[in-house]
């Protein structure tokens, strides 16, 4: 961890940070992710919030994180996601934390899945029908239920999308596919760009 990391500033942030504090401040997850939800709904289409121009920049083989903010006093972080044409991740968790996302740029493919089993190091899943989000959606994950693959759902265009995580995301478990709905887990650290 970069302990002299500073996020980048942009236009409005001031106004995303306010209307994002006064959201997570309503009470359990299940309200602080429906109040997020709504906030970043506002915050895509509110002109006077620009993102900073690193975030519209994709990575050559995989998806970029770059971090907006955490707060200090909430707990929160804010993570963009740049998304190559076509990029996405593996079937992956939260690493127990609540997550709303919103589509900022472009349109994106979630697919949950539910957990059937689990033997000793061996994790069985179940794809469920895939979500579509397109530019100015919002969605929301709370655990248990936080299995899922995230996809740019465009084979020619880039996407971007904002993800508020309950603290800070600098880990998550992957699960690596075995075949026959079978997957083993694996710990990842997820690397900030820059
Ligand atoms: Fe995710």
Not at 150 to 164: E, K, P, T
Not at 167 to 185: C, I, K, N
Request: hydrophobic share 35%; with cysteine.
């Amino acid at each position: 961890m970069d302990l002299h990391f500073t996020p980048p500033a942009f236009r409005g942030k001031d106004r995303l940070i306010t209307a994002l504090d006064a959201a997570v401040g309503q009470g359990d997850a299940e309200g602080i992710t429906h109040a997020l939800q709504h906030t970043l709904r506002q915050a895509i289409h509110d002109p006077e919030i620009e993102l900073p121009s690193c975030v519209h920049q994709p990575l050559q083989g995989r998806y970029a994180r770059r971090e907006l903010h955490r707060s200090t006093t909430l707990g929160y972080s804010v993570i963009a996601m740049c998304w190559g044409p076509g990029q996405g991740t593996p079937l992956h968790d939260h690493d127990a934390m609540w997550c709303v996302e919103g589509v900022w740029r472009g349109d994106l493919q979630v697919t949950p899945y539910a957990l059937l089993e689990q033997r000793g190091p061996r994790w069985r899943f179940a794809a469920q029908p895939v979500l579509y989000g397109e530019t100015g959606s919002a969605g929301s994950l709370i655990p248990p239920h936080e299995y899922h693959t995230l996809r740019n759902a465009s084979s020619q265009d880039i996407a971007v999308s904002l993800h508020v995580y309950q603290g800070p995301m600098e880990r998550s478990t992957v699960f690596d596919p075995l075949g026959d709905g079978w997957y083993q887990p694996r710990v990842q650290e997820l690397d900030r760009d820059s």
